[in-house]
């Protein structure tokens, strides 16, 4: 089983800067894939970004340019560096892990990007 921590989130202003983290109970490398999920008030939860056990990352239209995934496999931790951000930016960000078959998420923590 795959438990995951998440910190970072916050208010910020137009244009700056946050860092999101998700720590593991698990080896990063075990497990599948890693993401930042994100859910804005009365929308659907949509991908933010991923990254693979081979470090292969994908990202949302929306996101490409400004936010980065990344990990840390000694810490077994997965960031997400979001710059430029937009007042559409603001919502609960979720950690996700694709563990064997099973889909972990952590309990979310918000951004708000006041405009």
């Known amino acids: 089983q795959v438990q995951l921590v998440e910190s970072g989130g916050g208010l910020v202003r137009a244009g700056g800067s946050l860092r999101l983290s998700c720590t593991t109970s698990?080896?990063?490398?075990?497990?599948?894939?890693m993401g930042w999920y994100r859910q804005a008030a009365g929308k659907q939860r949509e991908l933010v970004a991923r990254i693979s056990s081979l470090g292969i990352t994908d990202y949302a239209d929306s996101v490409k340019g400004r936010f980065t995934i990344s990990r840390d496999v000694a810490k077994n931790t997965v960031y997400l560096q979001m710059s430029s951000l937009k007042p559409e930016d603001t919502a609960v960000y979720y950690c996700n892990a694709a563990f064997l078959l099973e889909t972990i998420w952590g309990k979310g923590t918000l951004v708000t990007v006041s405009s």
């Open positions: 698990r080896a990063i490398l075990d497990i599948n894939a």
